[in-house]
C-alpha cells in the first residue's frame, strides 16, 4: 500500500527519490522519507505530503538512496513512525507487514537494540545490523534477515560503507529498472519511468544488490538467477493529469477509451473463443461445472455482477467470496471449479492468498482477471486476461471497474458458448452490444451537467441510500462505496425489495435514496419500491433508461441515459454514480483523489 524507490546510480538521484514519490503519491500515504549516503547516512522524514519532504529534501546530493510514503498499519502517523528506520548506519523502507515482529524484537531488546518507533519496520533494520555480525557484507546479511521474516515485504536498505542498495520481496511487489547511469528499484513502474522504461520484476523471496554499474538477483533458495528484462509499454504521459481537475475525474472519462482497449480483440471476430483467456484456456475451461470469484472492494462488485451473467447465460452456479473471508473459512473444495480472481493491482493481498489457498486445495483451474501484465495474481494464476484499462491513479476506481465488468461479460458468453447455451443470434446480438459500448458510454458522459446540479444538493448530507435490483444491485453498492470513499458522506446499499425490511425506517428528507430504474423485467417492483420511498417523505434521486416511463414529480428527480442498453446496463448505470460521487466530493471539499484512510494498492491484510 506504500511507496518504495531506491537508487544506485552516477548522478543525483534525490530529484529521482523525491519524483517517483510523487508518482507513487495514488497508492495513499501519511509519511514520507528518504535516506541517502552522501558519504555518511542522512535521513529526512516528513507527516503530510511528498510536497513537504521535497522543500527538506532540496540542496541535498547523493548517488545511494532509498525513499518511502507509509500507509499507517503499526503506529499513528508521525514523524517518528515514518521510513526510513535506522539501525546504526544503516537505514531501511518496507512495505508490508512483518507477522512475527513482537517475537524478534523481544530477541533484539535482549541484545541490547533500543527502538524508537511504534512500527513493525525497525525490527527489520536490527536484525540486519545484528546478523551483520557474522555476515560478510550487506548483500549476504539482508539474504539472511529475511529469512526469519514472516509476512508480507518489500524492501530497500542501504548502508554506510557499502556501494549499494539491497531490496528484497516476499508477498509485495517490486520492481527493478535498468538504467544507463545506474539501476534503480520501486514498488511500481510509473515512479521509474523518469529514468527507465527497462524492467525485471522480481519473484517471491528474490533479494537483489543494486550498484552504480550491475546488479545481481538471488532467488528463495538463495541461488543466483536471472529474470527477463521488460521494455515497459507504459506512457509517461498516461499517469499525467493533463487538463483534467483530478485524477478521478480524468479516468471517469478514460472509460469509453479504456473499453475499446479491453474489446480490440474482439473487434472483427464473429465467435466468443477461449483463447481470450490464454493459449491452455480451451482445455482449462473445458471441464469447468461451476465458477468461484475472489475479490475484494470494488472487484467484490463486479464480481457480483457478473454472478448474474455466468448464471442466466451459461448456466453454471457461480458464487463470489470476499477474499479476506475466503482464505480464513473452511470451505468445500471442488477441482471443476473456475476460480477466477479480479484485481486492478494484481497485487492485492487477500486475493492473491485466497488463489494460493483454492490451489492448496486441489482447485487448480484459476484464472486472473487484472490490469498489470506482471503482477503477482496474473503469474499465480493459470489463465489470465488484462483489461487494458491503463495506470488508474485515483483511489477509488473507475475505469477498472468498467473494464472488468466487460471482461466478465466476456468470461459469461464465452462459458455459455462452450456449454451450448448461446445461439448463433444471441452471439452476434452479444458482440455487437460488446463493440458499441464505449459509444454508448461516451453519451452517458454527457449527463455530467444535470449530476453538477444534483450535486449541490448534497452538501449538507451525512447519509445516503443507494437502491437497485437484479444485476443492478451491485452497481447501487459500487455506487454507495463511491460516495462514502471521496465524499465521507455515509451511504448504504440495499435490494430495492429489502426497503421494507427495515432501511425504510431511516427514509426521511435528508436522507437522499438514490436509483438505478433500468427497463428490465423488475422495474415494476422498482417502481412500487421507490413509492414507498415518496410516501416516507424521501428525496429521491433516479437514473432512468429513456423508456423507463418514470416519470418526475415533487421529491423524485430523474436523469434519464440515452439508451437502453439490456443485459450489459450496469457498465452504463454505474457511470453516473461515479460522477455523483465525484462532484458531491468537490461540493464537500474532499482530497478526491487520496481519500483519508485510504490506498489504492492494498498490499497488507
Given at each position: 500500500m506504500c511507496g518504495i524507490v531506491a537508487a544506485a546510480a552516477s548522478r543525483n538521484i534525490v530529484p529521482v527519490l523525491v519524483e517517483g514519490l510523487r508518482k507513487l503519491e495514488y497508492r495513499g500515504y501519511d509519511s514520507a522519507g528518504l535516506a541517502v549516503l552522501n558519504p555518511m547516512l542522512t535521513r529526512l522524514r516528513s507527516v503530510g505530503r511528498v510536497a513537504e519532504l521535497a522543500v527538506q529534501a532540496e540542496g541535498q546530493k547523493a548517488q545511494l538512496g532509498v525513499a518511502h510514503t507509509r500507509w499507517a498499519t503499526h503506529g499513528v502517523p508521525s514523524e517518528r513512525n515514518a521510513h526510513p528506520h535506522i539501525s546504526g548506519g544503516l537505514a531501511v523502507v518496507?512495505?508490508?507487514?512483518?507477522?512475527?515482529?513482537?517475537?524478534?524484537?523481544?530477541?533484539?531488546?535482549?541484545?541490547?537494540?533500543?527502538?524508537?518507533?511504534?512500527?513493525?519496520?525497525?525490527?527489520?533494520a536490527h536484525l540486519i545490523q545484528e546478523t551483520l555480525k557474522s555476515s560478510p557484507g550487506l548483500f549476504e546479511a539482508v539474504q539472511r534477515a529475511t529469512r526469519r521474516l514472516i509476512g508480507a515485504y518489500a524492501i530497500a536498505v542501504l548502508r554506510e560503507g557499502e556501494e549499494c542498495v539491497v531490496v528484497a520481496r516476499h508477498g509485495a511487489p517490486l520492481l527493478l529498472g535498468i538504467g544507463e547511469d545506474g539501476h534503480y528499484a520501486a514498488s511500481d513502474a510509473s515512479a521509474l519511468l523518469q529514468v527507465t522504461r527497462r524492467m525485471v520484476y522480481l519473484e517471491e523471496g528474490d533479494v537483489a544488490e543494486l550498484g552504480r554499474d550491475g546488479y545481481k538477483i538471488v532467488g528463495a533458495g538463495g541461488t543466483a538467477v536471472t529474470r527477463e528484462v521488460h521494455e515497459s509499454t507504459l506512457s509517461a504521459d498516461a499517469v499525467e493529469l493533463g487538463d483534467y481537475a483530478h485524477y478521478m475525474q480524468k479516468e471517469i472519462f478514460e472509460q469509453p477509451q479504456a473499453l475499446a482497449a479491453t474489446l480490440e480483440m474482439i473487434g472483427g471476430a464473429q465467435t466468443f473463443s477461449a483463447n481470450l483467456f490464454g493459449a491452455s484456456a480451451p482445455e482449462v475451461l473445458a471441464g469447468v461445472k461451476s465458477v468461484l470469484i475472489i475479490a475484494c472492494g470494488t472487484s467484490y462488485h463486479a464480481g457480483l455482477v457478473a454472478r448474474?451473467?455466468?448464471?442466466?447465460?451459461?448456466?453454471?452456479?457461480?458464487?463470489v467470496e470476499v477474499a479476506s473471508e475466503y482464505r480464513y473459512r473452511v470451505s468445500v473444495p471442488n477441482p471443476d471449479q473456475l476460480v477466477v480472481a479480479i484485481?486492478?493491482?494484481?497485487?492485492?493481498?487477500?486475493?492473491?492468498?485466497?488463489?494460493?489457498?483454492?490451489?492448496?486445495?486441489g482447485m487448480h483451474k484459476t484464472l486472473a482477471l487484472c490490469n498489470v501484465p506482471e503482477s503477482a495474481i496474473v503469474r499465480e494464476c493459470a489463465l489470465r486476461f488484462l483489461t487494458r484499462a491503463g495506470p488508474e491513479i485515483g483511489v477509488a476506481s473507475t475505469k477498472a471497474f468498467t473494464t472488468q465488468l466487460a471482461a466478465l461479460f466476456l468470461l459469461a458468453a464465452t462459458l455459455a458458448k462452450q456449454n451450448g447455451k448461446l445461439s448463433a443470434d444471441q452471439e452476434a446480438a452479444h458482440l455487437a452490444s460488446l463493440?458499441?459500448?464505449?459509444?454508448?458510454?461516451?453519451?452517458?458522459?454527457?449527463?455530467?451537467?444535470?449530476?453538477?446540479?444534483?450535486?449541490?444538493r448534497f452538501a449538507d448530507k451525512q447519509h445516503a441510500l443507494f437502491l437497485g435490483r437484479g444485476h443492478h444491485y451491485p452497481i447501487a453498492l459500487e455506487g454507495a462505496l463511491k460516495l462514502k470513499e471521496i465524499?465521507?458522506?455515509?451511504?448504504?446499499?440495499?435490494?430495492?425489495?429489502?426497503?421494507?425490511?427495515?432501511?425504510?425506517?431511516?427514509?426521511?428528507?435528508?436522507?437522499?435514496?438514490?436509483?438505478?430504474?433500468?427497463?428490465?423485467?423488475?422495474?415494476?417492483?422498482l417502481k412500487s419500491n421507490l413509492k414507498e420511498v415518496a410516501a416516507r417523505g424521501g428525496e429521491l434521486y433516479v437514473f432512468a433508461d429513456a423508456d423507463s416511463q418514470v416519470e418526475e414529480e415533487?421529491?423524485?428527480?430523474?436523469?434519464?441515459?440515452?439508451?437502453?442498453?439490456?443485459?450489459?446496463?450496469?457498465?452504463?448505470?454505474?457511470?453516473?454514480?461515479?460522477?455523483l460521487a465525484y462532484h458531491a466530493a468537490l461540493v464537500k471539499g474532499t482530497d478526491v483523489d487520496k481519500p483519508r484512510n485510504l490506498a489504492k494498492s492494498v498490499t497488507v491484510e
Open positions: 518496507h512495505n508490508g507487514i512483518i507477522e512475527n515482529y513482537a517475537e524478534i524484537k523481544q530477541e533484539l531488546l535482549a541484545a541490547g537494540y533500543v527502538f524508537s518507533s511504534d512500527t513493525d519496520t525497525e525490527v527489520i448474474y451473467w455466468i448464471e442466466q447465460l451459461a448456466a453454471l452456479s457461480c458464487s484485481s486492478q493491482s494484481g497485487e492485492t493481498a487477500d486475493t492473491l492468498a485466497s488463489i494460493k489457498h483454492a490451489k492448496s486445495l463493440r458499441h459500448l464505449p459509444i454508448a458510454l461516451q453519451k452517458v458522459l454527457a449527463l455530467e451537467p444535470g449530476i453538477v446540479t444534483w450535486a449541490q465524499s465521507y458522506i455515509h451511504a448504504e446499499a440495499y435490494p430495492a425489495g429489502e426497503l421494507k425490511h427495515g432501511p425504510l425506517a431511516l427514509v426521511d428528507k435528508d436522507m437522499p435514496v438514490i436509483s438505478v430504474a433500468p427497463n428490465d423485467t423488475l422495474l415494476e417492483k415533487p421529491g423524485l428527480h430523474i436523469l434519464r441515459l440515452p439508451e437502453h442498453y439490456g443485459v450489459l446496463s450496469p457498465v452504463l448505470h454505474v457511470v453516473p454514480l461515479q460522477l
